[in-house]
């Protein structure tokens, strides 16, 4: 490898919840001069029409169909890539900062000195909550937010469970990412923490997609519903008053999905 060839540049890009609108300006714009493109599994393939057709598009696969792509790899490859001189656009669903491993990513390029960008996106919990016509915060009802994820690492060294009597006694909303299968243990917890049983919530799977569901539930219930109804992720879950406020009329979604083609790996 030659040493004085130009490094090359990684962007680290949220493509939003699913609908292709949802794409920020900035993150369309690093698409577009991409040579290669890692995305998630979750990411609309809509969005991946921003890229040139020279673009070498990779999927970093399903987590449950078969072995994806582990970090480490990702890592290396984004690594290998921009030292030969390419522009890299790691594509992930929502926010690379938001449960998305973005700070683990960086670390590792500015730890290997190539040149990165964070380009943020329209997180999940944002849509989810509009699409469904819940707002997060209400005058009345909910001055705070707090985003929790439902899925712990398996690592006992990872740190302490997390602190769920001071979350029952949260003063707003609690939104939950990745929390689908571990439901009946975060609301019984909550519960044993004190928070009422008739605690409205919402789940809303595949939120912005053409095939979004909303579920309204309490809190008492949501993990019998889950599994009654079968539901499988990606899904955001939302605690609190704000989920009980009576749905506004919203907008038609105006996802579009493409059929892969041979550029995808």
Same mark, same amino acid.
């Given at each position: 490898?030659?040493?004085?060839?130009?490094?090359?540049?990684?962007?680290?890009?949220?493509?939003?919840?699913?609908?292709?609108?949802?794409?920020?300006?900035?993150?369309?714009?690093?698409?577009?001069?991409?040579?290669?493109?890692?995305?998630?599994?979750?990411?609309?393939?809509? *969005?991946?029409?921003? !890229?040139?057709?020279? &673009?070498?598009?990779? $999927?970093?696969?399903?987590?449950? #169909? %078969? +072995?994806?792509?582990?970090?480490?790899?990702?890592?290396?490859?984004?690594?290998?890539?921009?030292?030969?001189?390419?522009?890299?656009?790691?594509?992930?669903?929502?926010?690379?900062?938001?449960?998305?491993?973005?700070?683990?990513?960086?670390?590792?390029?500015?730890?290997?000195?190539?040149?990165?960008?964070?380009?943020?996106?329209?997180?999940?919990?944002?849509?989810?909550?509009?699409?469904?016509?819940?707002?997060?915060?209400?005058?009345?009802?909910?001055?705070?937010?707090?985003?929790?994820?439902?899925?712990?690492?398996?690592?006992?060294?990872?740190?302490?469970?997390?602190?769920?009597?001071?979350?029952?006694?949260?003063?707003?909303?609690? *939104?939950?990412?990745? !929390?689908?299968?571990? &439901?009946?243990?975060? $609301?019984?917890?909550?519960?044993? #923490? %004190? +928070?009422?049983?008739?605690?409205?919530?919402?789940?809303?799977?595949?939120?912005?997609?053409?095939?979004?569901?909303?579920?309204?539930?309490?809190?008492?219930?949501?993990?019998?519903?889950?599994?009654?109804?079968?539901?499988?992720?990606?899904?955001?879950?939302?605690?609190?008053?704000?989920?009980?406020?009576?749905?506004?009329?919203?907008?038609?979604?105006?996802?579009?999905?493409?059929?892969?083609?041979?550029?995808?790996?």
């Amino acid at each position: 490898m030659d040493s004085h060839a130009p490094l090359g540049k990684v962007f680290l890009v949220g493509a939003g919840p699913g609908d292709p609108g949802l794409l920020t300006l900035r993150g369309a714009e690093c698409l577009a001069q991409a040579d290669l493109v890692l995305y998630d599994y979750l990411v609309n393939p809509a *969005v991946l029409g921003h !890229a040139p057709p020279p &673009a070498e598009l990779v $999927s970093l696969g399903h987590p449950h #169909g %078969g +072995r994806g792509m582990s970090q480490e790899e990702v890592q290396r490859r984004m690594i290998a890539a921009a030292r030969q001189g390419k522009t890299v656009v790691r594509l992930k669903s929502g926010d690379p900062y938001l449960f998305g491993r973005g700070a683990e990513e960086v670390e590792a390029l500015r730890a290997a000195g190539i040149p990165c960008e964070v380009v943020p996106g329209v997180t999940a919990a944002l849509a989810a909550a509009s699409h469904a016509g819940v707002p997060l915060t209400h005058r009345d009802r909910a001055s705070a937010v707090a985003l929790v994820t439902g899925h712990r690492r398996s690592d006992p060294s990872a740190g302490p469970e997390l602190d769920y009597e001071s979350l029952a006694r949260f003063p707003g909303t609690l *939104v939950f990412y990745m !929390a689908v299968t571990s &439901a009946p243990q975060w $609301s019984a917890a909550l519960l044993r #923490g %004190g +928070r009422p049983a008739d605690t409205p919530v919402a789940i809303v799977r595949r939120a912005t997609w053409p095939d979004q569901e909303v579920v309204r539930s309490t809190l008492a219930e949501v993990a019998a519903v889950i599994q009654q109804r079968q539901f499988r992720p990606p899904a955001i879950i939302v605690v609190g008053e704000v989920a009980g406020a009576e749905k506004p009329k919203i907008p038609n979604l105006k996802s579009q999905t493409i059929s892969n083609d041979q550029r995808h790996e």
